[in-house]
């Protein structure tokens, strides 16, 4: 599966962007989705996943009550809404693809999208 994220760009602290992450082929709903980051000489760290079906979600401790993974399997797309964004949230995000749950939380995911850059400014 090929994977394009887009939707990452410059915000002020306090505001919102709206990620995207659109998957080729026909079998997206067999697949786990996840979003990652990675902010200068840092490593990739998690940030959500959500299941097949979109029932079940999970969130770092760093971004949980303000960012929210969503998924449309009819249009083949997974979504990160990010509020009350911090400077520290600056950073690529990545999405990934898996038919496994543990791959995506273990951040070895089957595949990984390119990525988005997303900066907050203080």
């Known amino acids: 599966v090929q994977l394009q994220a887009c939707g990452g760009g410059l915000v002020q602290a306090g505001g919102s962007l709206r990620l995207s992450c659109a998957a080729s082929?026909?079998?997206?709903?067999?697949?786990?989705m996840g979003w990652f980051r990675q902010a200068p000489g840092k490593e990739r760290e998690f940030v959500a996943a959500?299941?097949?079906?979109?029932?079940?979600?999970t969130y770092a401790d760093s971004v949980k009550g303000r960012f929210t993974i969503s998924r449309d399997n009819a249009k083949n797309t997974v979504y990160l809404q990010m509020n009350s964004l911090k400077p520290e949230d600056t950073a690529v995000y990545y999405c990934?693809?898996?038919?496994?749950?543990?791959?995506?939380?273990?951040?070895?995911?089957?595949?990984w999208g390119q990525g988005t850059q997303v900066t907050v400014s203080s």
């Open positions: 990934a693809a898996d038919p496994r749950w543990g791959a995506i939380i273990l951040r070895r995911p089957r595949y």
């Open positions: 082929g026909r079998t997206f709903s067999t697949y786990v």
């Open positions: 959500i299941s097949w079906s979109g029932g079940t979600t």
